[in-house]
């Protein structure tokens, strides 16, 4: 089955700085890649996503960037927030099975 | 719309008891699923439902077992829990054309 692999585990900023997360996932049939930011004891919400088809994607502060080739994809987050702060999940769409990486803790200092 | 709901939000279990944890949906999607997550291991689907009367298994699917009878519930059923079963369990529904999943607010089980 897929394997979506992320890294860091922990991320610490200051605000006004950007964010990098990074995911790798194993399986090249994988066509779709969500972000969802998960606030304390709160559910998922879907931030930013990606079609296979699709090289970049922006709204707003955040973008996501696909590297089909070398399996890759990458969440940016530019001028941070302290509302910022919060646990981030990749995740890759296989065949309606959705695989999610192990999830980034962002801080965002003040 | 409602969206996704979850029922109980909070449930205390001894090993071997049975439950239900039940899912809602009010905004006709196709697609449903379960997931569990402990900590520092994300989410882990386990079974889904692409419409009623279809089910599969996800990643972690041993020990569970789910219906899909109308296009609105997908229930998940523990029938002998057990204490590797303590998790956060988050239902999430979408439609097929589309991507988001919208996720329930999510069960918290502890088995003792």
Request: neutral net charge.
């Amino acid at each position: 089955g897929e394997n979506v692999e992320q890294h860091p585990s922990t991320l610490s900023v200051q605000e006004g700085d950007s964010a990098v997360i990074k995911c790798t996932y194993s399986d090249s049939a994988s066509n779709y890649f969500p972000w969802y930011k998960q606030e304390l004891g709160k559910r998922p919400q879907l931030i930013i996503d990606i079609r296979s088809n699709v090289g970049e994607k922006k709204d707003q502060r955040i973008a996501v960037t696909l590297n089909k080739t070398a399996k890759h994809f990458s969440l940016h987050i530019t001028e941070t927030q302290p509302e910022d702060s919060a646990v981030y999940f990749c995740a890759a769409d296989n065949f309606n099975k959705f695989y999610f990486g192990s999830g980034t803790k962002l801080n965002v200092k003040p | 719309n409602a969206g996704v709901t979850q029922t109980p939000k909070f449930q205390v279990l001894k090993t071997g008891q049975s439950m239900t944890l039940q899912c809602a949906q009010d905004m006709n999607h196709e697609y449903m699923s379960w997931y569990r997550q402990d900590p520092g291991m994300g989410l882990r689907l386990i079974h889904y439902s692409v419409g009623a009367g279809i089910t599969d298994q996800g990643e972690v699917p041993n020990g569970y077992n789910v219906s899909r009878s109308t296009t609105e519930d997908f229930p998940l059923r523990l029938l002998s829990a057990a204490p590797s079963q303590t998790s956060v369990y988050f239902c999430a529904s979408r439609l097929q054309s589309t991507g988001e999943l919208f996720f329930g607010e999510g069960s918290r089980l502890t088995v003792l």
